[in-house]
Structure formats: C-alpha cells, structure tokens
C-alpha cells in the first residue's frame, strides 16, 4: 500500500507531457527557439508526434509526406493556401492526423492522398479546388471528412481499397466530374448532409461490389447522373435548387442557404450532429457541431464604394451577413 501514492505520482508526472505549437508564418523568419517557421516543411520536420502546426494566411507551394501525428490547420479558413503542380499536396503514411482550415490546389495530383496506413484521420474545413482528386486514399482506414467544399475536381474524394471506414458528411460537392467514387467493394463509409451540385458525370458513384455505408440525407441537384451502383437510403432530396448565395463569385463564394432553402434542418435528425444552436442539422457546410467559419457571421455581399480613389482619399465598405 505504501508504493501507491508513489506509482500515482508517476502517472501524473507522465499526463502533464504537452505537444508544442509551431507556426508557420511567410512574413518571418524561421526562428526554432520561438517555434516560428518560414515553410510548412520546416515546422514538420522539427516537429514531434503529439505536436500541432499552424499555418498563417499565404501561397504556399510545397509539398509534404507525413509520418507523424499531428493537427495540421490554418488560422484563417480558406487563407491558407497550398499550391502544388504535379505533386500531391499531403501525402499521409502514418497518423492519427487532423487537417484543419486549408485550401489545396494540386494541379495534375491530389490534394491529401492516404496510403499504407490504419490510423484513423479527420479533414475538417478544407477547399479542394483544380486536383486530380481533392482526397484519394488506397488505405484501409478510419476517414472523417467534414464541412469541405471540393470544387472543379477530377473527383471530389476517391477511395480505392477496400475497408474504408468513418464518415463524409456536412460537404459540397460541386462542378466535379464525379463528387465521390468508390472503386472497390467493401466500403464502409457513411455520407450524408452533403450537397451534390453540377457534376458533369456522376454525383456518387460505387463503381464495383457492394456498398456496406449509408447515403442518407443529401441534396442532389443539376448533376449529370445523380447516383450509379447504390440504393440511396432515407432523407435524400432530388432535383430541387438548394437555393445557396454566391455559388460562382471568388473569392466571395460561401453557399450559404438562404430563406426556404430545402437545405435548412434537413440533415440527419440523429442529435449528435445539430447545428451549434442546437437546431436539426443543415444539409451542406453550414450544418454540424464543425460549421464552415465556426458559426461566425456569413458575408452574404460587399460593395466599395468608389472603385478608385486619389492617396489620402475615402472609400465607403457595406456588407450584409447572416448567421442561422
């Protein structure tokens, strides 16, 4: 009994181990004793399994291979930008992982591509814009993907190895050749509360073998082909306008659903997904505990007033927002 409050003592001595916080910034300098980094690079190869790494608004053309745990987030949606060319944006080998907050453009390549790893990983409040594919995994893993926009993709998210597990939910789809495709059977991953919108080939497409997860509760409009090789489940809505704000105006867009909406608390009733005012979910970016701006008020236009002034001169800025 008297070793007791010694072995106590050592596990607290062991709990009170804390990750570090790198930052990445442009505009400064690398200085490791401040734990500020000029390049992404430079912060994840000083960083330790546990740590997290912030990354500060700007272009970031790098490209990075991940074999830690890490959160990995922008401090500002949808600043925070990484640019590659022929050269995916993340690839992730190991984990657990978070990614939070970025906007990738992987020219010719993918934005976060998953391979030979069994971690369990989340991608939260990401853009995914001009990949080849926005997210591809040849993993068997453990994948939330929740609240992203994927835009102007070969495909949105492709998955092609068996026993995918976790959750797409909470994202739109829009203006891909195909939102989602999954390539081999055995899939057990659940999509619902997103948006399908304008893709030229497929909104969901299950291209071989039985489909063990649910496609519940989306909202499938103007696609080509709505959904090939599934039977959708309840709550889907089809064919019918969103009616979201600023769906084409960069760098304005938001797709916020405006009133009437068939979008608005029409998601999975299961609670543990309601919108931060407790209400049922929204179908598309706006619903969920993870909101798109974190449940900030929505830009909804902006006018400047007059175009152009002379040095020293005045210029008026109006706005409306929204928040639900």
């Known amino acids: 009994m008297k070793k007791l409050p010694f072995i106590l003592l050592c596990?607290?001595?062991?709990?009170?181990?804390?990750?570090?916080?790198?930052?990445?910034?442009?505009?400064?300098?690398?200085?490791?004793?401040?734990?500020?980094?000029?390049?992404?690079t430079e912060a994840y190869n000083t960083a330790v399994n546990g740590d997290e790494i912030v990354i500060y608004p700007g272009n970031y053309f790098e490209s990075l291979t991940i074999n830690k745990v890490l959160s990995i987030r922008g401090n500002t949606q949808d600043k925070t930008r990484i640019y590659t060319n022929g050269r995916i944006g993340f690839q992730?080998?190991?984990?657990?992982?978070?990614?939070?907050?970025?906007?990738?453009?992987?020219?010719?390549?993918?934005?976060?591509?998953?391979?030979?790893?069994?971690?369990?990983?989340t991608v939260r409040n990401c853009l995914?814009?001009?990949?080849?594919?926005?997210?591809?995994?040849?993993?068997?893993?453990?994948?939330?993907?929740?609240?992203?926009?994927?835009?102007a993709n070969a495909c949105g998210i492709y998955l092609t190895n068996n026993n995918v597990y976790g959750?797409?939910?909470?994202?739109?789809?829009?203006?891909?050749?195909?939102?989602?495709?999954?390539l081999y059977s055995d899939t057990?991953?659940?999509?619902?509360?997103?948006?399908?919108?304008?893709?030229?080939?497929?909104?969901?497409?299950?291209?071989e073998g039985p489909y063990f997860g649910s496609l519940s509760y989306n909202l499938f409009y103007n696609n080509t082909t709505n959904?090939?090789?599934?039977?959708?489940?309840?709550?889907?809505?089809?064919?019918?306008?969103?009616?979201?704000?600023?769906?084409?105006g960069d760098?304005?867009?938001?797709?916020?659903?405006?009133s009437g909406s068939p979008c608005i608390d029409a998601g999975n009733p299961d609670i543990n997904y309601n919108d931060l005012d407790g209400s049922r979910c929204d179908?598309?970016?706006?619903?969920?505990?993870?909101?798109?701006?974190?449940?900030?008020?929505?830009?909804?236009?902006?006018?400047?007033?007059?175009?152009?002034?002379e040095p020293g001169g005045t210029i008026e800025i109006q706005a409306s927002g929204q928040v639900k």
């Open 11 to 40: 596990l607290l001595c062991v709990g009170v181990i804390q990750a570090t916080t790198r930052y990445v910034d442009l505009l400064r300098s690398t200085d490791s004793s401040q734990n500020i980094y000029h390049t992404i």
């Open 92 to 121: 992730i080998n190991s984990g657990p992982v978070l990614i939070e907050n970025l906007a990738f453009k992987a020219i010719g390549s993918e934005g976060i591509k998953f391979t030979n790893t069994t971690s369990s990983h």
């Open 128 to 151: 995914f814009e001009g990949c080849s594919n926005g997210i591809e995994s040849f993993a068997n893993i453990n994948l939330t993907v929740e609240n992203c926009i994927f835009r």
């Open 167 to 182: 959750y797409v939910k909470n994202c739109i789809f829009l203006s891909n050749s195909t939102g989602i495709f999954i």
């Open 188 to 207: 057990y991953i659940d999509v619902f509360n997103n948006i399908f919108m304008s893709n030229t080939a497929r909104g969901f497409y299950n291209y």
């Open 227 to 248: 959904t090939s090789g599934i039977n959708v489940a309840e709550g889907n809505i089809f064919d019918i306008d969103p009616l979201l704000t600023n769906t084409s």
């Open 251 to 258: 760098p304005y867009f938001n797709y916020f659903p405006t």
């Open 283 to 309: 179908i598309g970016i706006f619903g969920g505990p993870h909101p798109w701006g974190e449940g900030k008020p929505v830009v909804l236009d902006i006018q400047v007033t007059p175009n152009a002034v």
